[in-house]
Structure formats: structure tokens, C-alpha cells
């Protein structure tokens, strides 16, 4: 009797302690000042989810690895959250499945490269933020890889010069120390093709 109540005892501290944890819906819990709850209690949960959106619970806040699913199936949000914050690469992907951005976060803030893509999977835009601000370098393309405009930022606020690049009379982009000022084309003395005009702004 003794060895099998030995036995059990080695049983129990080999299984993993997450066998015993609450599994839940998401949309079982409710948020309350940061921290999460299942309906009608007052205790921070402790579990994990399951369903459209997966990942665990400690002390009623998020952390380790997090999913989120579109209704089809398809991946649409992954990431890593340690005590309810968002740290780490997370990966936002659109309902067929190409990469929409990635963006990168340190305490809950965006922190380090930001990267964007167009719907057939070329680069739409990139840069950097630092502690929640974007900061340094950044550039934007159209669906072809061309540049539609460049820059930088210094904590939020864009510094150099900078150029606006209009289309057709709608703003499309910004461009630093670019030359082109008004392109148009003509046939048979009328107006065709799109119109490109560029103003040129000195930020100090």
C-alpha cells in the first residue's frame, strides 16, 4: 500500500502543472483595470484559452506565447506577452494568409524595426520606434518596390527636409532631397497620363 501511495505521489509531481490549469473561451473573461476575470467572479483567472484566440493566464494578466486566428482558420495575430505586456516580434498576417507587418515590442511599447507589406507581399513601408515613438529612418514603397517617400524621424517629429510627392493632385508620399518638382504628359496637346507634382518643406 505504502509503494503504491509512493508511486502516486512521483505521478503527480512528474505532470505537468498545466494539465491541471482552467481551460476557457476568451470570451469568457472580462477585463477589468488591465487584469482579466471570468464572468461573475472576482479572482484573476489562471489558465489558458482556447478557440479563436489561444495563449495563457498568470494572476488574470497574459503572458508567454498568444495566437489569434481569423474565423476561417488562417493565422491573424502571434506574438509573446510577458505579465500583460506585449514584448518581443509580434506578426499581424491578412485573412489569405501573406504577412501584413511585423512589429516589435518592449513593455507593452513598440520598440526596435517596424516592417509593413502590401497585399502581394512587397515591402510597404519600414522604419524604427523607440519607447513608443518612431524614431530614425524611414521609407515607403508602392506595390512595384518603387519609393514613394523617405525620411527621418528624431522621437516623433520628422527632421531634415522632406518632400511631398502628389499624384493626380492627391498626396501620395513624402520624399527627402529628391530633384523631380512637376511632371506631366501630353498627346495632342491635352493632358494624359498621371500628373506628379512634388512640394519641397526644410524641417529644421
Known amino acids: 500500500m505504502t509503494r503504491i501511495f509512493a508511486s502516486l ?75 500583460g505586456l506585449k514584448d518581443g516580434a509580434w506578426f499581424r498576417y491578412n485573412k489569405r494568409g501573406p504577412l501584413f507587418n511585423k512589429i516589435t515590442y518592449k513593455n507593452g511599447k513598440k520598440d526596435g524595426p517596424w516592417v509593413y507589406y502590401h497585399g502581394n507581399g512587397q515591402l510597404s513601408a519600414k522604419g524604427t520606434y523607440k519607447n513608443g515613438k518612431p524614431d530614425g529612418p524611414w521609407v515607403k514603397y508602392d506595390e512595384n518596390g518603387q519609393i514613394l517617400g523617405k525620411g527621418t524621424y528624431k522621437y516623433d517629429k520628422k527632421v531634415g527636409g522632406y518632400i511631398h510627392i502628389y499624384k493626380n493632385d492627391k498626396k501620395v508620399g513624402d520624399h527627402e532631397n529628391g530633384q523631380l518638382k512637376d511632371k506631366r504628359t501630353y498627346k495632342n496637346d491635352k493632358k494624359v497620363g498621371d500628373h506628379i507634382h512634388i512640394e519641397i518643406e526644410r524641417i529644421d
Open 9 to 83: 505521489i512521483v505521478a503527480l509531481l512528474l505532470f505537468p502543472a498545466t494539465a491541471f490549469a482552467e481551460s476557457v473561451d476568451f470570451d469568457d473573461l472580462v477585463e477589468r483595470d488591465g487584469v482579466y476575470y471570468k464572468k461573475f467572479t472576482d479572482e484573476p483567472f489562471d489558465g489558458e484559452v482556447t478557440g479563436q484566440v489561444q495563449g495563457e493566464f498568470v494572476n488574470g494578466k497574459q503572458d508567454g506565447p498568444w495566437f489569434d486566428y481569423f474565423e476561417n482558420g488562417q493565422l491573424y495575430i502571434k506574438g509573446t506577452y510577458k505579465n
